[in-house]
C-alpha cells in the first residue's frame, strides 16, 4: 500500500525516485521471506504441491494473501 500510494506518486508526480527505490527494496525482501516462509511451512504441515501452489499464488494477486489466509492457513493453526 505504501509503494502503492505513496512511493509512485512522489516518483511520477513530483520528481523522487527515491521512495521507490527503498519501499521497493522492502517490498521485495518481504516478498521473499513469504515465498521462504511458505516453503518451510509446506514442509513442516506436509502441504499438497495444489496448497503450496495455491499459496504462491496469493503473493502474487492483489489481496490474495486475504484469501489464502482464510481457506488455507487457518486449517493448519
Do not use: C, N
Request: glycine share 8%; net charge positive; no cysteine.
Amino acid at each position: 500500500m505504501i509503494l502503492l500510494f505513496i512511493a509512485m506518486p512522489l516518483k511520477y508526480i513530483w520528481g523522487k525516485p527515491e521512495a521507490v527505490r527503498v519501499v521497493g527494496g522492502i517490498h521485495g525482501i518481504l516478498f521473499i521471506l513469504f515465498i521462504f516462509y511458505i516453503m518451510q511451512a509446506a514442509i513442516e504441515k506436509g502441504w499438497t504441491r495444489r496448497e503450496v501452489m495455491l499459496a504462491v499464488l496469493s503473493s502474487v494477486v492483489p489481496f490474495g494473501t486475504f484469501y489464502a489466509d482464510s481457506k488455507l492457513f487457518k486449517k493448519y493453526q
